[in-house]
């Protein structure tokens, strides 16, 4: 099928870097950028194909970080395993949260409001619980060992998320492919037409949020991997929602290399920032913040969208008061 | 091969449609007509499955299909177009049809294969690659046609197709529309050019008030004194058959 061999040529780019850029602070930086590739391109299988602005994927990636540390601190598993138990964490709390409001049919401003309270109540949650280790959080580093998965170097943290990115390219480029991102793309575009043409759209948005639970999940269990220290007002504040939607509009929503591009120059951008004014905390969140009303007034369509006129506009889901469409079913 | 009885939709205190009841046997073309704001598309919302009726059954194909879902009743053949269309309008003409074509073939390459024969089928073959937000109302409108007929339907609901179309785009849609009956899709059409109803349609409804007001023989119909007086106020059917007598003693 078309499409995958510009996936390869990017994969021998990532795999060509570590051999540039050998400082473990630039090969951090590399990591970080990976990170949120993963965490963007969760986000851009439920954001950018199916068309639902979430504005808490921070609630899958924490979750995706918590059930890895939880599983390893307390059964001492081998760590691939809880890498996957993590995964299947995020995934089974994207069920719950799409079953909950896919089923009364929430949309637009309001599933992207939900989709914040949820993030917010399992900070709040996990910032109590004994489980989660309360205020003070979780360490999980007792002993470090490369072989079965945990990375004691940046360079293995690297090539495990580069690993990633490229797998999770071909997934996206495979749903580019199929009936389920054809559907998932008809309801992103027009969610009536798409029924009366036999689309389900619970089925499908329930599919599409599992699927990117799933993915931002990962990019959590990767980072208790990497970074042995987790706490509730960094997994599951923010910070990681907002860099989950960010980097698909940076990049293009709805494209298979949209996050990654995205997630580059995002970092590139930070790195910049931080080298002229220091290291302020908080100060990532207000270029964030500036980097996303820049880029929905002037390019909405995100660097990608430069090039090609198909990538769709971002839109953040805020009501439309004036000029919005008469809804054709409620017509006489 | 449709059986409406009965059905009712309120909408606070309106009532928008009341104890609507009509046929549709096999290899028809059948008319639904009325003023504006008589209750048509909510009729047609209820029979394909995007409002509940209040009181009221849907049989298709002599099964009851009272508030199924449109999703379900579209995969047992029964589609609908919108009157307002509604393309994905950010994707191309042949994604567009592949949509309706996944209903009976999953594979992606069989659907592109589906829409590209649909796409010829309703003259669209040169616009298969243009995004669907460039297409001209009658492209649209073909386009709401082609989408529908990509998931291979029975019955189609076709919400006034021709609306917005100038008398030569129609004449051009025209033998489609026959084409589709005659290849062997029942059709239902809410319309209100009507020359293009009498040419097409065996039989008519007209809907009035959300009430069934007439029904028959379309040229009937159209000649009915309570359907006149529906578009035309309150005595017109009078004054209209007085008016060729006045014309004559005017002579």
């Known amino acids: ?332 | 091969m449709l059986e409406v009885r009965g059905l009712t939709k309120r909408f606070g205190g309106l009532l928008a449609v009341n104890e609507a009841s009509l046929d549709v046997s096999e290899g028809e073309i059948v008319g639904l007509i009325g003023p504006n704001g008589a209750g048509k598309t909510t009729l047609f919302a209820m029979v394909s499955g995007f409002h509940k009726p209040d009181a009221g059954s849907v049989r298709f194909q002599g099964e009851e299909i009272t508030g199924l879902s449109p999703h379900v009743l579209a995969g047992r053949g029964l589609t609908r177009t919108f009157q307002i269309v509604q393309p994905f309008a950010g994707v191309t003409v042949r994604e567009n049809i592949a949509v309706g074509a996944h209903l009976r073939h999953r594979g992606r390459r069989e659907a592109l294969a589906t829409a590209e024969a649909v796409a010829e089928r309703v003259g669209m073959r040169e616009m298969l690659d243009n995004p669907a937000d460039s297409l001209t109302v009658a492209g649209r409108k073909r386009l709401e046609v082609a989408k529908a007929l990509a998931t291979e339907p029975r019955l189609l609901l076709f919400d006034e197709v021709l609306a917005g179309l100038n008398p030569s785009e129609i004449r051009d849609i025209l033998p489609l529309i026959r084409s589709l009956r005659d290849g062997g899709i029942t059709i239902l059409m809410i319309e209100h050019v009507m020359q293009a109803v009498m040419s097409l349609c065996d039989r008519a409804y007209v809907l009035n008030n959300g009430a069934i007001i007439a029904s028959g023989d379309t040229r009937a119909v159209a000649s009915d004194p309570a359907v006149i007086e529906a578009y035309l106020g309150h005595g017109a059917a009078q004054r209209l058959r007085a008016a060729p007598a006045e014309a004559a003693a005017d002579a």
């Not at chain 1, 299988?45 to 059930?67: D, E, K, N, P």
């Not at chain 1, 998965?149 to 580069?162: E, I």
């Not at chain 1, 969208?305 to 008061?321: M, S, T």
Request: charged letters at 10%.
């Open chain 1, 1 to 332: 099928m078309r499409g995958y061999r510009s996936i390869i040529a990017v994969a021998v780019i990532l795999a060509l870097i570590p051999l540039v850029v050998t400082s473990n602070l630039w090969l951090n930086i590399a990591f970080t950028a990976l990170l949120a590739c993963l965490l963007g391109q969760g986000w851009n299988i439920l954001g950018g194909y199916a068309g639902q602005f979430s504005f808490g994927h921070a609630v899958f990636f924490g979750t995706g970080a918590y059930v890895t540390a939880i599983v390893m601190t307390t059964t001492g598993i081998n760590p691939w395993a809880a890498f996957v138990l993590g995964i299947g964490g995020g995934a089974l709390v994207g069920a719950a949260i799409g079953f909950l409001v896919f089923r009364y049919g929430l949309r637009g401003s309001y599933f992207a409001l939900v989709t914040l309270a949820f993030a917010e109540v399992f900070r709040v949650l996990a910032n109590t619980m004994a489980i989660t280790g309360g205020g003070s959080g979780l360490v999980v580093a007792s002993n470090l060992r490369p072989e079965i998965f945990q990375q004691t170097s940046r360079l293995g943290a690297y090539a495990v998320a580069a690993v990633l990115v490229v797998g999770v390219l071909f997934i996206t480029r495979a749903l580019e492919n199929s009936r389920t991102g054809a559907y998932f793309v008809a309801i992103r575009e027009n969610e009536d037409a798409a029924r009366a043409l036999g689309v389900d759209p619970f089925g499908f948005k329930l599919r599409a949020i599992v699927l990117s639970a799933a993915i931002t999940a990962m990019g959590g269990a990767l980072y208790v991997q990497v970074f042995p220290y987790i706490d509730a007002p960094l997994m599951y504040g923010p910070r990681y929602s907002v860099e989950a939607l960010l980097v698909p509009i940076i990049g293009g929503m709805g494209t298979v290399f949209g996050p990654l591009l995205g997630a580059v120059v995002l970092h590139l951008l930070a790195e910049a920032a931080t080298m002229v004014t220091g290291d302020i905390a908080g100060l990532n969140l207000v270029l964030y913040g500036l980097v996303l009303v820049l880029m929905v007034r002037f390019l909405p369509r995100g660097l990608i969208g430069l090039f090609d006129p198909r990538v769709p506009k971002a839109r953040l889901p805020l009501p439309r008061i004036a000029g919005r469409r008469r809804r054709e079913a409620g017509d006489a």
